[in-house]
């Protein structure tokens, strides 16, 4: 019941974006695009977009897992709605489902903690939880819900009093995890290194670990070759993963699965043996891919890495964003269950399994740790806040509903809804007071250039290859049959790095590269913040020079109707066949 309310106001608040067929973000709109080239015909294990930085295309980064439940709805609902209404409904019921999951999983480990009303509450309190809401909600399909999931899957497993079937249900959950992203990797680790510890101080845990080992090895390379199809260790992705992880791996579990097997009850001979093993894996991984041992974005093009990647804030330490989304992300769930679990462990640690206590607490710190140095990663830490949240609210309101005096019950009672989220209150209460509503004015002009029925004027145009600002490229994609140079996915980072150059050269170096890569139309918006950036950083360059309307002659302003777009057709230096 609780799922569904929270479903209905869902769709309630996100009915717009439902309505536009488009979902939220790039990542999102370039999902679609993928799951419509497999259902059009492209192989399972092809990734490939071909219509990104033609002719040196690259695979995606991400497999197809993601895309099973929202092709098993487009496909039943296809013949009774159509093709755009059974996309749009894939849209908003993979989602709730990810969530419903979602909610029964913070239930099931909230109750090895806390009683009944707590494990009600926490699975309730996750919808005022802005990290997840904001990657678990209507049109938003990328794979962070099921990273959320698969986080809180691995953590529920963790209290299975059977380690043999516990273990198993681990490193299966760990390998779908690493499976469909890498980003899942720093809290994979740390599940497994509690474990290694564990072990060696108490030999009964090598069950445990003997089984998450054997799992996760064994779930990786079946979920390997069912995405890929192949096994080709000259081919290692950084960001990932590849041959050279698995391989790695596998020579870490031939030395740890026999020592846990075999090895005496003697803490010195265990901790030398993880050391050995974790010397093995790593020497095993240099071997076969040391570019990636700087990490997954080690071997990008440096011109798109400064221009592109440390502006990508989802990716960056909490201390690079503003104080408004710091506040908003992290003065919720995150800030209450650490003032939570602090008072617990201080006050009331007696009347809580201690050792069930030290592993929510234990992977709920972790999280933390790891969204402080990466943005995203705070909705799996205010998910794995939910039960001390949840605790601290019901412990709260409880208090205040025993005062005795109407007056203060009824001020102490309504002082609870500011614990559940005391950060988006504090920033709505701020925009209050100042004026401020935190978004950035557009004027009418810029937002008709913006919106997606601009976009989908392009088909107007004749099919041609279209260099358009980055977040642009899979709306267009997705709603026409063009081709783009380069979107915000860096596997293609020559192309990015190409379409960058375009901008910020002089207008002869420009045009050579569009002559290079065959762009047929420049199509852009004023105002947009990307291209501010470059012709603010090189006014001499081709934006620069275009923004204030010095056009080179080998530009053509091409005009369609009702569309705010501003668009130049590339005059080519030689006759070619098409346009």
Same mark, same amino acid.
């Given at each position: 019941?609780?799922?569904l309310?929270?479903c209905a106001? %869902? ?8 309505m536009?067929g488009?979902g939220?973000?790039?990542d999102? +709109?370039l ?6 080239d ?7 294990f ?15 980064h ?8 929202l092709?098993?709805?487009v ?12 996309e ?12 419903g ?12 903690v806390f ?7 926490a699975?309730?309190l996750?919808?005022?939880a802005?990290?997840?809401?904001? +990657? ?9 819900g099921w990273q959320?999931a698969?986080?809180?899957t691995a ?12 273990g198993?249900a681990?490193?299966?959950t760990?390998a779908?995890?690493l ?16 474990l290694g510890?564990r ?7 090598g069950v ?6 054997l799992?996760?090895?064994m779930?990786?390379?079946?979920f ?5 199809? #192949?096994?080709n ?9 590849s ?9 870490g ?12 009850? #003697?803490?010195? %001979?265990?901790?030398v ?7 093995a894996?790593?020497?095993?991984f240099y ?17 798109v890495?400064?221009?592109?990647l440390? #502006? ?9 964003q503003?104080?408004?989304?710091m506040?908003t992300?992290l ?9 939570s679990?602090?008072?617990i ?8 399994d ?5 592993i929510?607490?234990?992977a ?7 969204? %402080? ?5 705070t ?6 806040a ?12 409880a ?20 614990l559940?989220?005391?950060g ?6 701020? #925009? ?10 557009l ?13 989908a ?7 041609s ?15 026409t ?21 375009i ?6 170096v ?30 001499e ?6 923004a204030?309307? +010095? ?16 668009i ?12």
């Amino acid at each position: 019941m609780i799922w569904l309310a929270v479903c209905a106001v %869902l769709i309630l608040v996100t009915r717009g974006q439902i309505m536009s067929g488009i979902g939220w973000d790039p990542d999102d +709109q370039l999902r679609m695009v993928q799951l419509r080239d497999w259902l059009g015909g492209q192989s399972w294990f092809d990734t490939i977009q071909y219509r990104i930085g033609e002719p040196d295309s690259q695979p995606m980064h991400w497999p197809r897992w993601v895309e099973l439940p929202l092709a098993l709805v487009v496909l039943l609902l296809k013949p009774l709605i159509g093709a755009a209404s059974a996309e749009t409904a894939a849209m908003v019921i993979a989602p709730l489902v990810t969530l419903g999951v979602a909610m029964w999983l913070v239930v099931k480990i909230t109750e090895q903690v806390f009683d009944r009303k707590v494990t009600l509450l926490a699975a309730a309190l996750l919808a005022t939880a802005v990290p997840i809401v904001s +990657q678990i909600r209507p049109m938003r399909v990328d794979h962070h819900g099921w990273q959320i999931a698969l986080a809180l899957t691995a953590l529920w497993t963790m209290f299975w009093p059977d380690k043999r079937k516990g273990g198993i249900a681990l490193g299966a959950t760990l390998a779908l995890w690493l499976s469909i992203s890498l980003e899942g990797l720093p809290l994979s680790a740390a599940f497994v290194v509690l474990l290694g510890w564990r072990w060696v101080f108490r030999t009964e845990e090598g069950v445990r670990l003997f089984w998450t080992l054997l799992s996760f090895l064994m779930a990786s390379f079946m979920f390997y070759f069912a995405s890929q199809g #192949n096994f080709n260790t000259a081919v290692n992705y950084c960001d990932a993963l590849s041959p050279a992880h698995l391989l790695a791996c596998t020579a870490g579990a031939a030395v740890m699965l026999p020592a846990i097997k075999w090895l005496p009850a #003697n803490i010195a %001979l265990r901790t030398v043996s993880l050391a050995v093993a974790g010397a093995a894996a790593l020497a095993i991984f240099y071997g076969f891919a040391a570019q990636c041992v700087g990490g997954a974005f080690n071997t990008m093009d440096p011109i798109v890495r400064e221009y592109w990647l440390v #502006n990508v804030l989802e990716g960056l330490p909490i201390w690079y964003q503003n104080g408004k989304t710091m506040v908003t992300l992290l003065g919720g769930s995150i800030i209450v269950g650490l003032g939570s679990l602090i008072y617990i462990v201080r006050v009331r640690c007696g009347q809580i399994d201690r050792g069930k206590l030290f592993i929510l607490a234990y992977a709920f710190l972790w999280a933390v740790l790891l969204s %402080l140095f990466v943005q995203r990663a705070t909705a799996v830490a205010a998910a794995f806040a939910l039960p001390f949240m949840a605790w601290a609210v019901q412990q709260a309101f409880a208090h205040a509903r025993a005062i005795e005096r109407p007056v203060s019950r009824i001020l102490a009672s309504a002082a609870v809804v500011f614990l559940i989220m005391p950060g988006p209150l504090a920033i709505a209460l701020f #925009n209050k007071i100042t004026g401020d509503d935190g978004k950035a004015e557009l004027n009418s002009g810029t937002a008709t250039c913006k919106d997606n029925a601009s976009l989908a004027r392009l088909n107007a145009l004749p099919r041609s290859r279209i260099v358009a600002p980055f977040d642009f490229g899979p709306r267009i994609l997705l709603l026409t049959p063009h081709s783009v140079l380069a979107t915000s996915h860096h596997r293609n980072d020559k192309a990015m790095a190409d379409q960058i150059r375009i901008f910020i050269s002089v207008p002869d170096v420009a045009r050579e590269i569009l002559e290079a890569r065959d762009i047929r139309y420049i199509v852009a918006c004023d105002g947009e913040a990307e291209l501010d950036f470059y012709a603010k950083k090189h006014p001499e360059g081709l934006w620069a020079k275009l923004a204030k309307g +010095q056009n080179p002659d080998w530009l053509q302003p091409v005009h369609i109707r009702d569309s705010g777009l501003t668009i130049w057709r590339v005059a080519t230096k030689e006759f070619r066949n098409h346009m």
